[in-house]
């Protein structure tokens, strides 16, 4: 249960401070904290697309996987409700005006293969078993993105960022719902198309592996 509660303590947190800042430092430093805040005891997910990406790599099991996702979202739609109360009105990403739903997902899909790529290749493989610098890594990772394709897609590149405060800005009487789909299909298919391109490039790393992620 221990996991579970790091990753929505973890989303919960990134959650937070995209609803209340915004400020790509703040989103990349908060998640960087995170991070190593609970690595030793979940891995530090805190993303569903990172969640699948890692599942496909056979670091992490399908239980765990369903888990994971539930608590990252219920993490997400209590920040957006705590966001909600302290600034009295709602929040969602959403692409900007005049970007088209092909570009929107283009860019979630592409930064978030970026981020499951560096997860990937800096938390689990044997090589880089130990390091310091991985949380470092993640989180820089959201901040280039979000100062990159923020302002074309709303930066998301996590459907728990997306899917905690669309629902509550839906329950609120708001119209994001509309844009949902750009940020499940563009960040799952980024994860999972960064999970078979390491497979690819790490052959070394599926010899006798384990069935566990930083547990």
Partial sequence: MNKYVIELIGTFFLVLTIGLSSNPIA???????MVY????ISGANYNPAVSLGIFMRKKLSAKDLIIYWIFQIIGAILAALVCKELMGKTFAPAPADGTSFINALLVEFLFTFALVSVVLNVATTRKRDGNSYFGLAIGVTVMAGAFSVGSISGGAFNPAVAIGPILVDT???GSSMKNILIYLIGP???????????????????QEQSLTFHE
């Fill in 27 to 33: 989103i990349g430093f908060v998640l960087a904290a």
């Fill in 37 to 40: 805040m609970g690595a030793h």
């Fill in 171 to 173: 329950i609120n009487g």
């Fill in 188 to 206: 799952f298919l980024g994860g999972a198309v960064a999970s078979i391109v390491f497979k690819f490039t790490n052959p070394e790393e599926y």
